[in-house]
């Protein structure tokens, strides 16, 4: 209805808790989590941040599977017989300045403007936008199979995130059976504020180590208000992609870039430009 188009999303402000080692999915519940009694001190007597250790994590519980929807999807309008397709919001453009929207995803989606974040037209994402379907695969001339599952990666970042549809989402009155636009977003969001893990840190060479610290300690920096919570939390996802933060959107994965065991039409590459200092 027309008027879905004149209300803008507000996302739930919330504290992250990490999930179970065994996944990455953002369809896990969260709230707080406990931290060291004692957080390590910053330069000259810094040491490496916490890392979460295995037994922090909450067991995971999985999402129920959404209903059937009762609207058709002929309205998705794929444009190629056989390439997963996304939502024009979600586009890769060849120039920054033509993104759709703008979003440095180390800040809350509320923070993501419509059109260019210079212009006075830039606004808030609406629910209707934030409902739509994010990706889907075309399937014959009228309609297409809507992904209900999506898997993000990132360039040279050990990390996946998989996304489902939420059973609780605030763009929609009712669950829908596919991964919206909104789930993906707030889906990357929550998972880029996971806590590392151990031994994913440990994996790291002295190079990388030192590229998550000085990453780690320019966050720290750009968020005074929260400083004594993010130092107690360590590092986070977030910290893996330094300055690289920008949303310039998704893309379908090259068949050499898809992970073990996945399906190749529900993964997509994370497409990120360099924040301005």
Not at 45 to 62: F, M
Not at 86 to 114: C, G, K, M, Y
Request: with cysteine; charged share 20%.
């Amino acid at each position: 209805m027309e008027y879905h188009s004149r209300k803008s999303v507000r996302f739930v402000s919330f504290s992250p808790r990490t999930p179970s080692p065994e996944s990455s999915n953002t369809s896990e519940s969260w709230g707080s989590s406990p931290g060291p009694s004692t957080p390590p001190p910053l330069s000259p007597t810094y040491s490496s941040p916490r890392v979460a250790r295995h037994n922090e994590y909450p067991t995971w519980q999985g999402m129920p599977q959404s209903p059937t929807s009762p609207h058709g999807y002929s309205t998705f309008s794929p444009t190629a017989a056989d390439v997963p397709q996304v939502d024009q919001l979600l586009e890769v453009h060849p120039s920054p300045a033509d993104l759709s929207l703008f979003w440095d995803i180390s800040t809350h989606p509320e923070n993501i403007r419509v059109g260019n974040t210079h212009s006075p037209t830039a606004r808030e994402l609406t629910q209707f936008e934030a409902s739509r379907c994010a990706a889907w695969i075309p399937s014959g001339k009228r309609n297409s199979l809507p992904l209900q599952t999506v898997v993000l990666i990132f360039p040279g970042v050990p990390l996946e995130v998989e996304v489902i549809p939420s059973a609780n989402a605030q763009w929609s009155d009712r669950p829908l059976p596919y991964v919206t636009v909104g789930d993906l977003l707030y889906g990357l969001y929550k998972s880029l504020r996971i806590s590392i893990h151990q031994d994913d840190y440990e994996r790291l060479s002295v190079s990388e180590r030192e590229a998550l610290r000085l990453a780690f300690e320019a966050r720290l920096q750009r968020d005074p208000e929260h400083h004594a919570q993010n130092l107690e939390r360590g590092f986070r996802r977030i910290d893996y992609l330094g300055d690289m933060r920008i949303f310039l959107g998704i893309r379908p994965a090259c068949h050499d870039e898809i992970p073990p065991a996945r399906r190749g039409e529900e993964v997509f590459m994370v497409e990120l430009g360099c924040a301005p200092e």
